[in-house]
């Protein structure tokens, strides 16, 4: 029997002896009983590298393998990689073990470091690359070459992956998982266009992919092109192009250069020009929101604007108005642009000349709720008269980069006048917003640093996050000038731009720079603004955020407690998510009434659209935001939180929900945009109107070549009781006073019993062959079977119908507008007859000249002027 070794010190002898053959089989012993005892053996490493550095030693590659082995397991992966390439191919890329697969994993780290700082690269550390893609290629791990490849920036083993596999599987691999999370957006441009190129090498091309990827290169020309050869291709090809632009008009912010482009496609179609521009989008989104009936309560007048936004039902703000209702007008005809400035226009100054500056100023700020993204350069000229106009501006020219307009608003911030100057600096950032442009933040940051009001500084520092959205590494430089920045404001300009820049990536830097400030910064602004980032930065993986600030939402700051809140609402919105629930629920009853105004909207976010059925805690939400709307002695922030929290849980007549992306997974500027704004109520109440911005529809809506809508049925094979709307609130209900039961003694009580005892007994004969003669149920019972449903569009679509809810039968779309082919066009259509009133009630509009002109609601009279202070 072989004895066993215990000591390696017999074998490191051998590299003291003279002969090679000695050293040799010393270091192959070695090798062999590296795992046992390494720890011995690295004693000797000096002797391994001596050996590995003379050149005359013929086995120098082997002491290069033992050497690496050694430092790999010091935790010195560094110089185990140095020295794996030394060993050349004794390093064996197919052995399955820690080693290889950890040394493999460095050279990769490594490879991508130096490409990615444009430096010079071993050509060892190169083969030991090329060997290891190879390897993949050979065991068609076609997902691991994308991956590797687009951190390398090796876009030509990108390609090779992409037409070696499924390509066009691989094609939407890359485009929905892998191109949104790429941090250099000069790299994104490229996969993009190696997209577009491999999309049009198949023979019937994936046109709507490559738009998309053309819109996202700002590639105006091409997509218009394509939209041209799609329309003279026939009747297919035309609704093709109508599908590619509303999808284009989904996934798109406002872009000039891309509307003038598209004057090409106006003389072969001009609906298409409208889908672009959004006005058929609009009208269709608008008629699928339900008005059908009056959710008014009494709620403040932002949480009634959430409630009706979309839907054009203003009665409540008509028969209660106060002195400034403006701005909830702004949110409930969100999309009416044709008669927006008909309707604002009593409240708006005749001949520049200014009657009431508030209320004028919120009237130039609803108009720019109304459109929203879809503005048009008409309002330039307009004399900005209060902060209001520089908001309603900067909404309508959302992300369009107008120079003119932002040169406007620059003239309003010189002006250093603390609300106005506050105002134009939010609004510069929205116009800009996504751009980018290294001017705008030049001249934002150096305004931020000569004023002296706050409230410019703050609004410059939102406004200079706006300007980076998306643009990832691009902001780095500028983040890390911020954060160490003394003035608290422009640190806040730092997590405001780590927010905006990284939104949706998840990327870890990101992550880390946010959790540091979230713990370590000294102002409360700073660390609020911190942990709410978070919940941008996670919206595409939610299910991580409330592991992520569990430990923060217990934290003894309060400010910091309420960052979790709006995080966890901001990444969990729509989704329902328990663990959240969990989170947010016991917040409810927190000793700080700004947290417990945090949990309401939070929780209002995330049970948006849900009801008992999939979330039985929906019931317990809402009574327990009602209690602290009428509860006396609650405390003023926590009612307002509870207020508006009643309007977000049902929001848009309870058709909408909260979406800060499109159907496919992109990012919506106007969404975002509207969800920081909203954040920001903290310092202004009146900016949480900006949340409508980031209101969806959620409905299903066919049109047909005409745009117009069919009556189209899908089949729902889900119970009814899974997605209808939850109850309404009810008013208590007076009731008539009753009378006082009457004393009965106790022997009457006894004789009322025997009696019925002997009625029962008589009548047992009678109920039994009742009972087996197979009487129907009670009338009034419904039954939630799981039978096919057919709901006819538009029609309401949750989060929840999904594919295992409609038939697949609609190109894989379960929501949204989708373009219909009749397949049966020698029958009649049955058409839905246009639901969207043209703007106010009839009963408000000009009865005379019937022209669309909204009239001014009637003179409100204030009923308590007797009263005394």
């Avoid at 017999?10 to 005892?37: A, H, P, T």
């Avoid at 086995?59 to 033992?66: S, T």
């Avoid at 490594?110 to 990615?116: A, G, H, S």
């Avoid at 008009?249 to 509307?259: I, T």
Wanted: aromatic share 6%.
């Amino acid at each position: 029997m072989a004895a066993t070794l215990t000591s390696a010190g017999g074998l490191i002898s051998l590299l003291d002896e003279d002969e090679r053959e000695l050293q040799y089989y010393g270091l192959v012993q070695l090798n062999e009983v590296m795992g046992k005892f390494w720890a011995e053996i690295s004693d000797a490493i000096s002797k391994i590298e001596v050996l590995y550095e003379d050149e005359t030693f013929e086995h120098r590659k082997l002491a290069a393998l033992v050497a690496s082995k050694i430092y790999f397991h010091l935790g010195a992966f560094d110089d185990a990689l140095s020295f794996a390439l030394g060993a050349g191919e004794l390093f064996d890329l197919t052995e399955n073990s820690a080693f290889v697969q950890t040394v493999v994993n460095r050279a990769i780290d490594k490879y991508i470091e130096l490409r990615e700082w444009q430096k010079p690269i071993d050509d060892k550390l190169a083969a030991v690359f090329e060997r290891m893609v190879e390897r993949c290629f050979e065991s068609k791990e076609f997902g691991q070459v994308i991956g590797i490849a687009i951190e390398a920036r090796r876009l030509d083993l990108l390609e090779r992956a992409l037409t070696s596999g499924n390509t066009k599987q691989l094609l939407a691999y890359v485009q929905n998982e892998c191109v949104d999370y790429i941090g250099s957006i000069h790299l994104q441009s490229r996969v993009q266009e190696l997209l577009v190129k491999v999309y049009t090498q198949f023979e019937n091309p994936n046109y709507e992919a490559i738009c998309q990827n053309l819109a996202k290169l700002n590639n105006p020309s091409k997509t218009a092109e394509i939209l041209t050869n799609l329309i003279q291709s026939g009747e297919s090809g035309i609704l093709s192009a109508y599908q590619i632009a509303f999808d284009l008009n989904a996934n798109s912010s406002q872009d000039d250069a891309a509307k003038s482009e598209a004057e090409g496609v106006v003389a072969a179609v001009t609906k298409v020009q409208a889908i672009l521009s959004g006005e058929e989008s609009l009208k269709l989104n608008l008629e699928s929101l339900d008005s059908r009936s009056s959710l008014a309560h009494n709620a403040v007048t932002l949480s009634n604007a959430f409630m009706h936004a979309g839907t054009t039902i203003d009665n409540f703000l008509r028969e209660n108005l106060d002195s400034r209702p403006q701005l909830p007008l702004g949110v409930i005809h969100q999309g009416q642009t044709r008669n927006g400035f008909s309707l604002l226009e009593p409240y708006l100054p005749e001949d520049s000349v200014s009657s009431s500056p508030f209320s004028e100023g919120g009237a130039f700020y609803a108009l720019g709720l109304i459109n929203a993204s879809h503005g048009s350069d008409r309002g330039q000229n307009v004399e900005i008269l209060q902060h209001g106009a520089s908001l309603g501006l900067g909404a309508a020219g959302l992300g369009s980069g107008s120079e003119d307009v932002f040169e406007a608003l620059k003239i309003v911030l010189f002006a250093d006048s603390a609300v106005s100057g506050e105002a134009a600096a939010i609004g510069m950032g929205l116009v800009m917003m996504g751009t980018g442009h290294e001017e705008t933040i030049k001249t934002m940051l150096m305004y931020a640093r000569e004023t002296q009001h706050e409230k410019i500084i703050r609004a410059l520092a939102v406004g200079m996050g706006l300007v980076m959205f998306g643009r990832q590494q691009e902001a780095d430089s500028l983040i890390e000038l911020l954060v160490e920045e003394e003035d608290p404001l422009l640190r806040l300009g730092a997590v405001q731009m780590t927010t905006m820049a990284y939104t949706g990536t998840g990327d870890n830097n990101a992550i880390r720079r946010l959790l540091h400030l979230a713990v370590s910064d000294v102002n409360d602004d700073v660390r609020r603004a911190a942990v709410t980032g978070l919940g941008f930065l996670l919206l595409r993986s939610p299910e991580q955020v409330p592991r992520m600030v569990q430990l923060l939402s217990e934290s003894f700051n309060p400010h910091v407690r309420f960052g979790a809140t709006l995080a966890l609402g901001i990444a969990c919105a729509g989704s329902g998510s328990k663990a959240a629930i969990a989170i947010l629920e016991p917040m409810l009853k927190d000793s700080v009434d700004f947290v417990v105004q945090g949990a309401c909207i939070s929780l209002a976010f995330i049970l948006i659209q849900q009801n008992e059925v999939y979330e039985p805690k929906v019931a317990e939400v809402r009574k327990r935001f009602t209690e602290l709307i009428e509860t006396k002695n609650i405390e003023p922030a926590a009612r307002f939180g509870a207020a508006i929290a009643q309007g977000i849980i049902n929001a848009g007549g309870r058709n909408v929900a909260i979406g800060l992306t499109s159907l496919d997974g992109q990012l919506s500027k106007s969404a975002c945009a509207g969800m920081l704004l909203f954040t920001q109520f903290w310092y202004w109440f009146p900016l949480a109107h900006f949340l409508s911005l980031s209101f969806k529809p959620t409905a299903l809506i066919g049109v047909n070549k005409d745009l117009r809508v069919p009556v189209l049925e899908a089949t729902c094979t889900g119970r009814k009781s899974l997605f209808e709307y939850p109850p309404n609130i009810e008013q208590p209900v007076a009731q008539a006073p009753t009378k006082v039961a009457t004393a009965v003694l106790s022997t009457t009580a006894k004789a009322q019993r025997h009696a019925k005892k002997v009625e029962v007994s008589a009548g047992e004969g009678s109920s039994s062959s009742a009972a087996g003669s197979g009487a129907p149920a009670a009338e009034g019972m419904d039954v939630d079977g799981a039978a096919a449903a057919a709901p006819k569009t538009p029609t309401k679509k949750t989060r929840r119908q999904g594919p295992e809810s409609f038939a697949e039968s609609l190109q894989g779309r379960m929501s949204g507008i989708l373009v219909l082919r009749d397949t049966t066009p020698d029958e009649p259509e049955n058409l839905i007859d246009s639901v969207i009133s043209a703007g106010p009630d009839d009963e408000f509009m000009d009865a005379d000249d019937g022209a669309n002109t909204v009239q001014p609601p009637e003179p409100f009279e204030y009923p308590f002027d007797n009263d005394t202070a």
